[in-house]
């Protein structure tokens, strides 16, 4: 079993910036990969980025590429996502999320943290 915990989501303006985090306990694996997807009202779940615990490329969804940065820090058990240069339309629950596969899609992952709220203003 593994668990999720996400944090650091909050208001801001519209070009700001936000890094949420995603601790992560339990039963995983050096090979697992990690990913952020995320949720607006009224719309599907969408992949915004993945890495694996042992490799240093992000994959990111087009939408978010060049403003969003996954990373991961080992030692923490702890993945991140640094979110520049933020839009209206990024205003979404972020959920963080494991699976044993390198996937954009949400049934790739079996195990889901609670989501963190981002509420990008004008």
């Known amino acids: 079993q593994v668990q999720l915990v996400e944090s650091g989501g909050g208001l801001v303006q519209a070009g700001g910036s936000l890094r949420l985090s995603c601790a992560a306990s339990g039963r995983f694996f050096v090979n697992y990969v990690m990913g952020w997807f995320r949720q607006a009202p009224g719309k599907e779940r969408e992949f915004v980025a993945a890495?694996?615990?042992?490799?240093?490329?992000?994959y990111y969804a087009d939408s978010v590429k060049g403003r969003f940065t996954i990373s991961r820090d080992n030692a923490k058990n702890t993945v991140y996502l640094q979110m520049n240069s933020l839009k209206l339309e990024d205003t979404a629950v972020y959920y963080c999320?494991?699976?044993?596969?390198?996937?954009?899609?949400?049934?790739?992952?079996?195990?889901w943290g609670q989501g963190t709220q981002v509420n990008v203003s004008s």
């Open positions: 890495i694996r615990w042992s490799g240093d490329t992000g």
């Open positions: 999320a494991t699976g044993q596969s390198m996937s954009r899609y949400a049934v790739s992952y079996a195990y």
